[in-house]
């Protein structure tokens, strides 16, 4: 059980060492900031050029009125959402004319791993720093203007938040408040298969609607706010519902890793954990036709591609 917090704390990552991080943070599911990891990171829009140039990437575009949308009426969310695919140099462009703000043009779960900016040092040894050493993915870049949106969901993994350029507020809800607010339903994954999500709020955090959703009113007795600032990092455990906003009219740019949950009875109570399970299993039969389309039809890489960055 999460005990109730006052706030969320920061601390320096002078203060505590690994046995420490997962004694008070990891086994007790408690979200944290850390400062003090990324202390000469700045990955602004010129060096990200530098480094990824011509590399082709996934990119999201939600378009400019996609949040005065009904999120009840959305047919797909998160990576679920239509994809692009172009050089990392074109997208800069679309961030540098403001093409990419007006249309909400993002590049997210964009894996670093074939990419020179895995060869970070800083990013090589957080993991060791914090006790953390089963990582559950690679390294994945997310970045896009300022003003883009994620909206309010929970991960069945721990994850590590790191804020590379900009700053972005993280609006956080405890796992005992799921019911509270009102997820997508899971039978959803049988039509939408992981285009529409189960770990996604159907409430709109900016503009919430208390007839249709007056459960809410209670969950925001349960909210919690982090300003996270370029250099520190966002430790956000299994099933923490969160909601983060891209501050500024800059780039905004984060790295994200998850990690394999511990202790293993974190997992096992999570009916979170398991609502997410359930979930991928009713999508089979649509990715299951989702794959036999791609592999029938032309462009097979590009499309398979797309389903891949969904899962």
């Not at 462009?93 to 791993?113: F, M, P, Q, V, W």
């Amino acid at each position: 059980m999460v005990k109730a917090l006052d706030s969320i704390a920061s601390v320096d990552i002078t203060e505590i060492t690994p046995d420490i991080f997962i004694e008070k943070y990891q086994k007790t599911g408690t979200p944290v900031v850390i400062t003090g990891l990324l202390t000469t990171i700045d990955w602004n829009l010129d060096y990200l050029c530098e480094k990824l140039g011509k590399q082709t990437f996934l990119f999201r575009n939600y378009g400019s009125s996609r949040y005065q949308q009904d999120k009840r009426n959305w047919k797909n969310i998160g990576s679920g959402v239509a994809l692009q695919s172009m050089p990392f140099i074109e997208y800069a462009e679309l961030l540098r004319d403001r093409t990419a703000h007006e249309n909400d043009i993002y590049l997210g779960k964009c894996s670093l791993k074939d990419t020179i900016l895995a060869q970070t040092p800083a990013l090589k040894v957080i993991g060791n720093q914090l006790g953390l050493t089963k990582p559950a993915t690679d390294f994945n870049l997310y970045m896009g203007p300022g003003g883009h949106i994620s909206g309010l969901h929970y991960d069945s993994v721990d994850g590590t938040l790191m804020q590379m350029y900009g700053e972005k507020r993280v609006v956080l809800f405890p796992p005992s408040q799921t019911y509270n607010l009102y997820p997508f339903p899971v039978y959803n994954h049988i039509r939408y298969g992981l285009k529409l999500r189960s770990w996604f709020s159907r409430v709109s955090l900016a503009q919430p609607d208390f007839e249709l959703f007056p459960r809410f009113k209670i969950a925001l007795q349960h909210r919690y706010e982090v300003i996270l600032k370029q250099g520190e990092t966002l430790y956000i455990p299994m099933c923490w519902w969160h909601d983060v906003t891209a501050l500024g009219d800059d780039m905004v740019c984060s790295v994200n890793r998850f990690w394999r949950v511990y202790p293993t009875s974190r997992v096992i109570r999570s009916w979170n954990r398991w609502r997410a399970v359930c979930g991928h299993i009713f999508a089979l039969p649509h990715m299951c036709m989702s794959f036999a389309i791609a592999l029938s039809g032309s462009d097979r890489k590009q499309k398979l591609s797309k389903i891949l960055h969904r899962l």
